[in-house]
């Protein structure tokens, strides 16, 4: 059925909004119809492209509900991740920090294994992890694949590891890669002085560093996985980095699956 535009005049205001769905219960688009109230026949226009007419057929009521409206924040594993839409999608502004069951954490050193695992930098949780300075677990990318394979029972319903191609995009939405590390790094980083992020649209990319047979770049450089597998090595995927002092966001797609970088988690804007 067709959209349809509810009407109420209550103390001579007119309240309106476009409903999408229209059944036992609507979902309210526009925020100025009061919520939680139940609208009976009689008090429903249909829009039939020309002009608004009565609805004489409708026999059912309608409740309300107020509006979902643009995703702030969302909880995983028992950790709130603060949310920010650029473009078409939402992006975490934190790195993961997620510890499924069954995932390996690295305690002591770094690992070039090919089973899923993931440790804090420099093994150390207290000063990198949630409580510290919150740059996240760094995984390396059998966990990533791992976690984008089995996103329906670990995620909560729509969030997903980005693609390159959502890298790509995002660059490009920012004015291009030349700038797009300039502009999504964060600002005022206290343990990178030379950091040089203007955050311009509140992503706050950390200069959480990453490792491979050892770690490195802490407070110099971020590292970013995607969910993309190298089109040439099968032992490779693709991920992104920034740097202090340097204005660009580099894309990269040789780095063997064993390193381990940092995670954001992305969903479509519906």
Same mark, same amino acid.
């Given at each position: 059925?067709?959209?349809?535009?509810?009407?109420?005049?209550?103390?001579?205001?007119?309240?309106?909004?476009?409903?999408?769905?229209?059944?036992?219960?609507?979902?309210?688009?526009?925020?100025?119809?009061?919520?939680?109230?139940?609208?009976?026949?009689?008090?429903?226009?249909?829009?039939?492209?020309?002009?608004?007419?009565?609805?004489?057929?409708?026999?059912?009521?309608?409740?309300?509900?107020?509006?979902?409206?643009?995703?702030?924040?969302?909880?995983?594993?028992?950790?709130?991740?603060?949310?920010?839409?650029?473009? !078409? +999608?939402?992006?975490? %502004?934190?790195?993961?920090?997620? $510890?499924?069951?069954? /995932?390996?954490?690295?305690?002591?050193? =770094? &690992?070039?294994?090919?089973?899923?695992?993931?440790?804090?930098?420099?093994?150390?949780?207290?000063?990198?992890?949630?409580?510290?300075?919150?740059?996240?677990?760094?995984?390396?990318?059998?966990?990533?694949?791992?976690?984008?394979?089995?996103?329906?029972?670990?995620?909560?319903?729509?969030?997903?590891?980005?693609?390159?191609?959502?890298?790509? !995009? +995002?660059?490009?939405? %920012?004015?291009?890669?030349?700038? $797009?590390?300039?502009? /999504?790094?964060?600002?005022?980083?206290? =343990? &990178?002085?030379?950091?040089?992020?203007?955050?311009?649209?509140?992503?706050?990319?950390?200069?959480?560093?990453?490792?491979?047979?050892?770690?490195?770049?802490?407070?110099?450089?971020?590292?970013?996985?995607?969910?993309?597998?190298?089109?040439?090595?099968?032992?490779?995927?693709?991920?992104?980095?920034?740097?202090?002092?340097?204005?660009?966001?580099?894309?990269?797609?040789?780095?063997?699956?064993?390193?381990?970088?940092?995670?954001? /988690?992305?969903?479509?804007?519906?």
């Amino acid at each position: 059925m067709a959209n349809k535009i509810l009407r109420k005049t209550v103390g001579g205001y007119d309240l309106y909004a476009m409903v999408a769905k229209f059944d036992d219960t609507c979902r309210e688009i526009a925020p100025n119809l009061l919520p939680s109230r139940t609208y009976r026949d009689g008090e429903i226009l249909m829009d039939n492209g020309d002009y608004p007419v009565w609805s004489a057929d409708v026999i059912n009521t309608y409740t309300i509900h107020e509006p979902d409206g643009p995703i702030q924040s969302v909880e995983i594993g028992g950790k709130t991740y603060n949310v920010v839409q650029i473009d !078409n +999608l939402y992006w975490f %502004v934190e790195n993961l920090d997620y $510890a499924w069951q069954g /995932l390996t954490i690295l305690t002591s050193g =770094t &690992s070039a294994s090919s089973s899923p695992q993931a440790t804090y930098y420099n093994n150390d949780e207290n000063t990198y992890g949630w409580n510290g300075l919150k740059y996240g677990l760094q995984y390396n990318w059998h966990a990533v694949n791992y976690l984008e394979t089995n996103k329906a029972s670990l995620l909560p319903e729509g969030w997903r590891i980005p693609t390159i191609s959502d890298w790509q !995009n +995002l660059a490009t939405y %920012v004015g291009g890669i030349s700038v $797009a590390g300039t502009k /999504l790094k964060a600002t005022n980083v206290e =343990t &990178s002085p030379n950091w040089g992020g203007t955050d311009e649209y509140g992503l706050a990319l950390m200069p959480s560093g990453g490792s491979s047979i050892s770690f490195f770049d802490i407070n110099e450089g971020a590292y970013l996985w995607s969910s993309t597998e190298s089109e040439y090595y099968t032992t490779d995927a693709f991920s992104v980095s920034v740097f202090s002092d340097e204005s660009e966001m580099y894309i990269t797609e040789d780095d063997g699956k064993y390193y381990q970088y940092s995670l954001r /988690l992305v969903k479509d804007v519906t």
